[in-house]
């Protein structure tokens, strides 16, 4: 059995992207560890914060909620405060991830690393998947960090399927239903940096049907309910919302091209 660490930015992050995989992992009898890189205080302020309770304190707990749902072992944090897009005044703040030391970043990520002796890293593609800047640091420091660990683990990046996102976008179009509710974007347009969203077909190698598990995918994201884009997505038809999040993709750097169906581990 593999130990298996999932970089995510922000909490909330592994609910959208990789939950069905985490999921599918612990039932294989890996240890799942789940790694986030900020703590989320630029997150929705909840209306319902108990006296003396944070941002932070709540979003913690949403992660470990959520953690418990996807048979994740162990949460861990690298510490650093939230940035926003491109462009956004916080980014210079000194506890910012956008401003830290990749260095540094990496070395706080390769000591989980190490004490996890962890056989697999997940972290994000080039671009983060759509270009906010705590992704793609992501994207960096994990490939530091797993250069630096003592016994480097595979990385593989979480990414999305820019093709399979067309067919859908292109098909929501045709029956009618794209324009509202928020679906009605292009995955071909540039998106925070510029770029198109996450990745070509032909550049993923990893392809993870997660329908079996969709329902505790949905309810990972439940865990993270004060935070108002869950609430969007959560508001998706069930059979929309398995056409969007019944699929989780990687990228493997160094794995010949060819999409393989099934855990990566
Ligand atoms: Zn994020």
Not at 95 to 112: N, Q
Not at 125 to 133: F, L, M, Q
């Amino acid at each position: 059995m593999s130990t298996i660490v999932f970089v995510h930015a922000h909490p909330d992050d592994e609910a959208s992207q990789t939950a069905g995989t985490m999921r599918l992992a612990a039932d294989a009898g890996h240890r799942v560890v789940c790694v986030y890189a900020t703590d989320g205080d630029h997150g929705t302020v909840p209306s319902d914060l108990a006296d003396g309770e944070t941002v932070v304190d709540r979003r913690r707990a949403e992660a470990e909620a959520s953690a418990a749902v996807l048979g994740t072992a162990r949460v861990a944090w690298l510490g650093y405060a939230d940035s926003g897009m491109t462009g956004w005044e916080q980014n210079a703040a000194d506890r910012s991830f956008h401003s830290a030391d990749p260095r540094e970043a990496a070395s706080r990520l390769a000591a989980i690393l190490d004490e996890e002796d962890a056989d697999v890293v997940t972290g994000y593609d080039w671009h983060g998947g759509y270009g906010h800047p705590d992704h793609v640091k992501v994207h960096a420091v994990v490939h530091r960090a797993a250069a630096d660990a003592r016994r480097q683990p595979r990385v593989l990046e979480a990414s999305m399927n820019r093709d399979l996102l067309r067919r859908l976008y292109h098909a929501a179009r045709e029956a009618g239903v794209a324009g509202e509710g928020g679906e009605d974007w292009d995955p071909d347009q540039p998106a925070d940096d510029g770029n198109p969203i996450g990745s070509p077909e032909a550049e993923l190698h990893w392809h993870v049907d997660v329908r079996p598990v969709l329902a505790v995918k949905r309810e990972a994201l439940a865990s993270h309910a004060s935070q108002e884009d869950v609430g969007w997505m959560l508001g998706m038809p069930e059979e929309q919302y398995a056409l969007v999040f019944g699929d989780e993709w990687y990228r493997e750097p160094g794995r010949p091209a060819g999409l393989t169906s099934g855990l990566p581990f």
